[in-house]
């Protein structure tokens, strides 16, 4: 069964850094890509990043380019997201998510999500 | 980038009615490079469409999605009660992906 955990979220202060973490299992993760997708409280789905699946080539938002590293251990089967200078409306659940394909690829799995709160 | 405009915002219908839900797209997606989500409540996404047409693993054939260039439509072709979510269509053939706002399916 393919699973994927998030962690890592908290509560940070406006300008703060978090690293999210996503631990995959029930699959070969090294076969695929991986993404980041938030949720704002009462919003919609917004795209964040995405990385192949060797990690050579990554992908940003706009929104987080610049702020945000993506990043993958294969080794532990892991995936990560370094979030630095953090603002208010970086506030969401953060989802990992396995691409169906290229990095571009839609998302055929998902995890519960972890909860990053920016506020002073 | 690529916005996406999903209609309507909310869709209230009664059970074995037929939903139809549109996504449209400010450029032509090459390829059909379009993908339906549900999400029930407290639940992460779960994936219904993609390349526009194509169910996922283990979706039920009531679910179908059509349309290309810059018009796409999920149909459900009769509501069960677990069908009651909130659909979201994403583009993914150029970069950034992204998503559209959502569709709310209700129970009338």
């Known amino acids: 069964e393919v699973q994927l955990v998030e962690s890592g979220g908290g509560v940070v202060r406006p300008g703060g850094s978090l690293r999210l973490s996503c631990a995959a299992s029930g699959f070969t993760f090294n076969n695929y890509a991986m993404s980041w997708v938030r949720q704002a409280p009462g919003k919609g789905l917004e795209w964040v990043s995405g990385i192949n699946w060797g990690g050579g080539t990554t992908v940003y938002a706009d929104s987080v380019k610049g702020r945000f590293t993506i990043s993958r251990d294969n080794a532990k089967n892991s995936l990560y997201l370094q979030m630095n200078s953090l603002r208010a409306e970086d506030t969401a659940l953060y989802h990992c998510a396995r691409n169906d394909g290229a990095v571009a690829g839609p998302s055929d799995y998902w995890g519960q999500g972890t909860l990053v709160t920016v506020s002073s | 980038e690529i916005v996406l405009t999903q209609s309507p915002g909310t869709l209230s219908l009664s059970p074995g009615e037929r939903a139809t839900l549109s996504c449209r797209a400010s450029?032509?997606?090459?390829?059909?490079?379009l993908a339906w989500y549900q999400q029930r409540p407290g639940q992460a996404p779960r994936l219904l469409i993609y390349g526009a047409s194509n169910r996922a693993t283990g979706i039920p054939d009531r679910f179908s999605g059509s349309g290309s260039g810059t018009d796409f439509t999920l149909t459900i072709s009769r509501l069960e009660p677990e069908d009651f979510a909130v659909y979201s269509c994403?583009?993914?053939?150029?970069?950034?992906?992204?998503f559209g706002q959502g569709t709310k399916v209700e129970i009338k």
């Open positions: 450029q032509r997606l090459s390829s059909g490079y």
């Open positions: 994403q583009q993914y053939g150029y970069s950034p992906n992204t």
